[in-house]
């Protein structure tokens, strides 16, 4: 199969996308500092706990602390060109409030980024992804603080400086939109959410976005030639009918999670972002400094796809949709995998067009993939997972982003969610896996942590191969 019957341009970068709660393990190790993961047993559902507890997966994850040499060597052998992680803030300042950096913590992504361009990968690095220092939840409450601005500072400028020549690409926040529906985990917010006001969450996400504004100015100062993206959930909402009621709940709907990247693209708050917070009593504390910041915006804008999503402005027919956090209606022509995620492939590149008409900014897939239970069965002799669904939704997917370029939507990239198999986020599972390579790690912790190539293994060193052309 040649490359020449494809839509993906030259240079397209090709990979998979992790956390590191999600991977890393060693929670105490190497002078690391907890992060709210760290005391959140069972993912996004439940509520922390005091201290991390033995049920907690996330504790030792799949031991990529001390594996990452092994698998980044098989994140190569399938060709990726990027590979998206993050850094545990936790490991470079275990407080998230220490006058000075954590050295063994700035020395473990020393190498791994080692690792990566040994292998010619490009890391693209999450600053923040759902792990804020456990103290900064405790003593500050988290992003509702205006101090986390200056600690966030702090911390970036260090990793920017000890990773010059590194990395390349940077993230500021994970799902920074998804603050408004988990503040725990997105905003380390310790206020339990129904007690939590919309004040204090909005001037919550204030502080991000200056926050991220701010990074991305310091990128642009200290880091010549480096990009900066926000990262957004982009879950396209269509109105349930054709009723116009219909039609402006998903405009409503959309406008909350489109506010974030507005933000970022623009570098002010759009004008249904203000009425919103004048309809509901909200006055944030905006200073002009923090207005001359925002308008330090992003160079591309990267979002997760999994999901669209419903709306309807008849509140009988508001039925919640199972496992999303980002709330809305069910649509009743998808189907959904075994966790409730309706599936829409279509959608994919209805939002790449969407954003690109919004905002003509590159646009990068940073995270898409299926969770599914997989079985490891022995194949001519070698243990493996014939995983057929996730190869089929992954193509299907892909298959959008060829028709979205086709568009002319310019996308930089693609990270699908999980290349190994790691602990789910808002479930804290193993057995919600997404992975190319499995892991042989349980939901009750056993498992020896081996890596068996599965069938989708081969599938993507091919799509990688070809550049998208043996896509079906
Ligand atoms: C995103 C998060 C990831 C990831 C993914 C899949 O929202 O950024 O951290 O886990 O969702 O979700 P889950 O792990 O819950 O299946």
């Not at 590191?20 to 709210?36: P, R």
């Not at 299926?370 to 997917?397: M, P, Q, S």
């Not at 599938?459 to 079906?472: E, F, K, M, P, Q």
Request: glycine share 10%.
């Amino acid at each position: 199969m040649t490359s020449t019957n494809t839509p993906f341009p030259p240079g397209f970068l090709w990979g998979g996308a992790t956390a590191a709660n999600q991977i890393e393990g060693g929670y105490a190790e190497g002078g690391k500092g907890l992060s709210i993961q760290d005391v959140m047993p069972r993912g996004i559902m439940a509520p922390r706990v005091d201290r991390p507890t033995p049920d907690n997966l996330k504790l030792e994850a799949i031991d990529f602390y001390h594996r990452y040499a092994e698998d980044i060597a098989l994140f190569a052998e399938m060709g990726f060109t990027v590979f998206r992680l993050s850094i545990a803030w936790s490991r470079i300042f275990p407080n998230g409030d220490d006058a000075e950096p954590n050295e063994e913590g700035l020395a473990f992504y020393d190498r791994v980024f080692g690792e990566c361009a040994k292998h010619g990968i490009e890391p693209l690095v999450t600053l923040s992804h759902y792990e804020t220092p456990l103290n900064l939840t405790e003593k500050y409450n988290g992003w509702v603080s205006r101090d986390l601005i200056g600690l966030y500072e702090r911390y970036v400028r260090t990793v920017f400086e000890r990773y010059r020549g590194k990395v390349t690409y940077w993230l500021t926040f994970n799902e920074i939109n998804s603050v408004l529906h988990a503040p725990l985990m997105s905003g380390g917010i310790g206020t339990p959410k129904e007690q939590l006001s919309e004040q204090d969450l909005f001037q919550a996400a204030h502080h991000e976005l200056v926050a991220s504004a701010l990074a991305t100015r310091i990128a642009h100062e200290v880091l010549p030639g480096s990009q900066v993206g926000c990262m957004v959930i982009a879950a396209p909402i269509y109105p349930l009918t054709p009723d116009p009621t219909d039609v402006v709940a998903a405009m409503e709907a959309d406008h909350a999670n489109l506010m974030f990247s507005d933000v970022h693209v623009r570098g002010a708050y759009p004008g249904y972002a203000l009425r919103y917070l004048r309809d509901h009593g909200i006055e944030l504390d905006i200073t002009e400094a923090d207005r001359e910041l925002l308008t330090h915006t992003v160079d591309f804008v990267s979002f997760s796809y999994y999901m669209s999503v419903c709306e309807t402005g008849d509140p009988a027919k508001k039925i919640a949709g199972a496992g999303n956090i980002m709330g809305g209606v069910p649509n009743p022509t998808l189907p959904a995998s075994e966790w409730g995620w309706q599936i829409d492939p279509t959608g994919l590149r209805v939002v790449l067009n969407q954003f690109w008409d919004r905002w003509q900014k590159p646009l990068f897939i940073v995270e898409n993939g299926l969770g599914a239970k997989d079985e490891l069965v022995e194949v001519g002799g070698v243990k493996t997972v014939v995983d057929d669904y996730r190869i089929a939704y992954l193509n299907d997917h892909l298959v959008q982003v060829g028709q979205a370029i086709a568009d002319g939507v310019q996308v930089m990239g693609y990270t699908s969610w999980g290349p190994i198999d790691l602990v789910s986020a808002s479930t804290a599972q193993m057995s919600k896996r997404y992975g190319f390579i499995y892991v042989d790690r349980n939901d009750d912790g056993s498992g020896t942590l081996a890596r068996y190539r599965k069938k989708s293994f081969g599938w993507y060193a091919d799509v990688i191969r070809t550049n998208g052309a043996s896509l079906a």
